[in-house]
Nanobody
């Protein structure tokens, strides 16, 4: 059983930056693909980015490509999401998720473990 706890959310102006963190416990961290998802008010939860266990492979949604960077520190059991050039449409609750699948997947149903989320609000 993997437990995930997100942190780092907050209020930021458009064009600003935030770094989200997700600390994991209860499993062999490097065995899991970690992903970030987000859910804006009134919308479905959507995939943002994911990273393989070794950190060598990453994948991004088109909407954040070039602005967000996912990374992980397996020694600290932590995954990060660096968000730059934030836009009001990035406002959402951001969730960290983990899957034991061997390839990166974007469907939330493929992720078995979830954190509770952290709010990111981008003002215009």
């Amino acid at each position: 059983q993997v437990q995930l706890v997100e942190s780092g959310g907050g209020l930021v102006q458009a064009g600003g930056s935030l770094r989200l963190s997700c600390a994991a416990s209860g499993g062999t961290f490097s065995n899991y693909i970690l992903g970030w998802f987000r859910q804006a008010p009134g919308k479905r939860r959507e995939f943002v980015a994911a990273i393989k266990g070794s950190g060598a492979l990453t994948y991004y949604a088109d909407s954040v490509k070039g602005r967000f960077t996912i990374s992980r520190d397996n020694a600290k059991n932590t995954v990060y999401l660096q968000m730059n050039k934030l836009k009001p449409e990035d406002t959402a609750v951001y969730y960290c998720a983990a899957t034991s699948r061997s390839t990166i997947v974007v469907a939330e149903t493929s992720y078995a473990y979830w954190g509770r989320g952290t709010q990111v609000t981008v003002s215009s």
